[in-house]
């Protein structure tokens, strides 16, 4: 199943859509935490105001009432109290409850709600006013609990007739009242914080309203912020595009002192030192293909003279003339200075592809005549050693002298290094021709594979003398280039190596009609 990329996939993978997406993502950030604690600062000062007022107000309401109770009251005493104390609150609606000495809470209105027991507890181990936020169907509620002290005039604690007693609330809200003056009356009072609530839902409303312009103008320096970043990247990369292409003269300007200016003169450095060690290694190159067709144009004219020698030197041996030491020696003469004469050919044909000179003369061929001829040229079309399966016709447009050169380079590599039978196959399969040769020796090590074209390279490290120049493979597989082919090397699944020349066909090549 082919798969397709989708545009805004890689489009949401750009380092642009990134750094405003990080940009907006740090601003949210900031505005959310500056919000959270603004809500929680202007909570905590809403609650803590109601709560301060609650105190004052019920400790003033307190003061003014408590004088005129009779103690120990009576549940009619605490219930008239409650109701003087929820007629006092007027808009904070105070639903008020008085308990004497660990008593129920006594209320005058049926509405009032329940005391929580914490704050009983709180109030009576502390002897203080305590206040606590609850909940009660569904709304929040501010309940407060109050003791109320009394004293006499002679400065004696009362016996809890009232008469001679001033009865007053305990102002001290930080440390608790003297055990002996509080007079075992104990108010509470509760009111909902339904318009402190409004103002909090207004504070959470303000920021989310906030939040979506607070970010729509921090897109604003978000893609500024991105630009200013991409623009050297983008430099940098048509800076490296251009090197890749060739351009090592290219240079970049690099204003400034920040960090991508920094890269960027990394960027003019690398390009320098890769400019510097290109032409270097051009000249060296250059020189050595120019000493290699200078040594090998040298040898040709001695190496002529000695093959002419070694001509008659050979017609000698084959008489029988010559003594049967200077015979042996007279014939590795020979061919020694034919292999020496081969390599002398091997290199100028070499130079001659370096220095891109190397004719080409195309002709409209079978290459099943191409591969019969190679064969018959060189004996192996006789012996069995070789063999050729050549079903169909296969026309090419092809130099038949090169065709020649890679076929005979390639039967002689596998006569040489693998194990006959080696065979020698031609089929068609498109607009293109394939001919393969393989032979039935071990193959071609895994950790060759990648380097059999290579001039002068030798799998075999152990033999440098193997009887050829090492340059065979190299100057196939550039005839096959010069004839718009490929050569490539493998494995047999069974054993042995095989080489696949790959052409195209008559109809596709070329200058063809």
Known sequence: MRRFRLPFRSAARGLRVRLVVAFLLAAAFGALLTAGLTFHRARAA?????????????????????????????????????????????????????????????????????????????????????????????????????????????????????????AHADTDTDTSADAGSLSGLIVYAAFPLDDDRADIDALVTAAEAGAVPALALALVPALFAARSVLRPVRRLRHGAERIAAGELDTRLDAPGRDELADLTRSFNTMAETLERDAAELRRLEAGARRFAADVAHELRTPLAAMAAVTEVLDEDAASGVLPADTEDAVRLISEEVRALARTVEDLMEVSRFDAKAAPVHREDVDLRTLVTKTLQLRGWAHDGRVRADLPEPAPVRVDPRRIDV????????????????????????????????????????????????????????????????????????????????????????????????????????????
């Open 406 to 513: 890679v076929l005979g380079n390639l039967v002689a590599n596998a006569l040489h290094h693998g194990r006959p039978p080696v065979t020698v196959t031609v089929r068609v399969r498109g607009d293109r021709v394939r001919v393969t040769v393989t032979d039935r020796g071990p193959g071609i090590p895994d950790e060759a594979l990648p380097y059999v074209f290579d001039r002068f390279y030798k799998a075999d490290a152990a033999r440098p003398r193997s009887g050829g120049s090492g340059l065979g493979l190299a100057i196939a597989q550039e005839n096959a280039a010069l004839n718009d082919g490929t050569l490539t090397a493998a494995n047999h699944p069974d054993g042995g190596a095989v080489f696949t020349l790959t052409l195209p066909s008559a109809a596709s090549s070329p200058g063809t009609t």
């Open 46 to 166: 809403i609650l803590d105001r109601a709560e301060e007022t609650a105190v004052a107000d019920l400790r003033t309401q307190l003061d003014s009432l408590a004088p005129d109770l009779t103690l120990p009251p009576t549940p009619e005493d605490l219930r008239g109290l409650t109701r003087q104390i929820d007629q006092a609150g007027g808009a904070r609606a105070w639903h008020a409850s008085a308990s004497y000495r660990g008593g129920e809470p006594v209320t005058a209105s049926p509405g009032t709600p329940p005391v929580p027991d914490e704050l009983r507890r709180a109030v009576e181990d502390s002897g203080r006013a305590v206040h606590q936020r609850t909940e009660h169907d569904g709304r929040p509620w501010l309940a407060l609990g109050m003791p109320v002290a009394y004293t006499d005039d002679s400065g004696d604690t009362g016996t809890g007739t009232g008469t001679d007693a001033d």
